[in-house]
């Protein structure tokens, strides 16, 4: 099934304010036939395939060569001089971990839970605006992917196939992220209809209200070709245009708008400081996510990693914290959980394998670093997740 740009902009225009936003392609989508979405003179790949992972960071020079140019320097790239983007990596290498043998190792399970949803590894795919770059399934076949690896997808506001569509796609379990609107009446129908298609929280992106200097963009001149299509009221094509209908001026009143307005749990992406985690236990948040945007709105900002341990403190484990930027190999997701995580969210690896591979290079990559989790809990002497703490790292 073929969705024409055209054709998702009226139908999706059409069936905003009814009700029942759910066009006739979406219950093909649902009776197994994945959507496709492509607009001409962009040439995403559309391979759906079985790929071979051996390490999550080949992935990049891998995805570099389908991927259009424009696209993929919008996927890879960050803010400014890209040092925050590869200090989340670097900062990973700063702490080691603490083998511990002769401990009876049995089975490993690396099962949890997040708000309530189970899980069968506590990593899930976090928020990336416009899956249709990487792939001609966009954001489905991502959801499809994650949902095959037993995990749990997030899906963008803006991204390129409406909610309804995404959900149909797969079973999930999913949460939808949010950026805030400065049309609050927009944002509510947005959340109604989140609530209405089974998504079971809404994820506030905090730190992108302004525009960065990815210069990579700047200087190739990249504007998404693709609609985003969560608003079809205000269609919008490209990176500027939907960013001219965010609000700037957040505030804590927009988060209890969104708690309101929702019904669901809401988790504040973007926490950096341990005073902005306690803020938002402080107003309700049913999570907080730790997260500078993969390095791409400011730059010379501490990696996350450096952040999390004085964050959960702050937190003392009164909410859960989702963890995102630089996850490149399991030891990084046990790292993370051993300084306080609860999960972790998985980003740009997950669109390159998107792009080789669709929805099976997305199960792929989350199948690879989920193995690499059980190999480093059988050295840690951790048989289960809730045993990984401080002291199985090298203080």
Request: with cysteine.
């Amino acid at each position: 099934m073929h969705i024409d740009r055209r054709h998702l902009l009226g139908t999706a225009g059409a069936a905003v304010g009814t009700g029942a936003f759910r066009p006739a392609w979406a219950q093909a989508a649902g009776a197994g036939e994945m959507p496709t979405i492509t607009v001409p003179g962009y040439a995403a790949p559309s391979e759906t395939r079985k790929i071979d992972v051996l390490d999550l960071r080949a992935l990049e020079d891998q995805a570099r060569k389908v991927i259009p140019a424009g696209g993929f320097g919008y996927i890879s790239s960050g803010a400014g001089d890209e040092w925050t983007m590869h200090e989340n990596i670097n900062a990973f290498k700063r702490r080691q971990i603490l083998p511990h043998y002769l401990a009876a190792m049995g089975k490993i399970d690396t099962s949890t839970s997040i708000l309530g949803t189970p899980i069968a590894v506590p990593i899930i795919t976090t928020v990336f605006g416009g899956h249709a770059i990487a792939h001609v399934t966009a954001e489905a076949g991502t959801a499809r992917g994650t949902h095959e690896a037993g995990t749990l997808f997030t899906c963008g506001s803006q991204a390129n196939l409406p909610m309804e569509v995404v959900a149909a796609a797969s079973p999930g379990p999913n949460w939808m992220q949010l950026y805030v609107q400065n049309d609050r009446g927009l944002m509510a129908e947005f959340l109604q209809r989140a609530k209405a298609s089974g998504y079971r929280a809404i994820v506030v992106t905090v730190d992108a209200f302004f525009r960065s200097n990815r210069e990579t963009d700047i200087a190739t001149h990249y504007e998404s070709p693709f609609q985003a299509a969560n608003f079809p009221k205000r269609a919008t094509t490209g990176y500027s245009a939907s960013t001219s209908i965010m609000k700037r001026d957040l505030g804590w009143d927009d988060v209890a708008f969104v708690q309101k307005a929702s019904g669901l749990p809401v988790i504040i992406k973007g926490v950096m400081t341990a005073g902005l985690a306690q803020d938002a236990i402080r107003h309700g948040c049913a999570a907080i996510q730790v997260s500078n945007h993969g390095g791409r709105q400011l730059d010379d900002q501490p990696a996350t990693f450096t952040m999390l341990p004085r964050i959960a403190d702050a937190v003392g484990g009164r909410i859960p914290i989702v963890f995102d930027s630089g996850v490149r190999r399991g030891q990084d997701v046990f790292k993370a959980l051993a300084l306080g995580a609860s999960v972790i969210a998985l980003g740009r690896p997950v669109l390159y394998g998107l792009a080789l591979g669709g929805w099976m290079g997305v199960q792929a990559v989350h199948a690879r670093i989920a193995a690499e989790l059980v190999m480093t809990m059988s050295a840690a002497g951790t048989s289960k997740i809730s045993q990984i703490n401080r002291n199985c790292l090298l203080a």
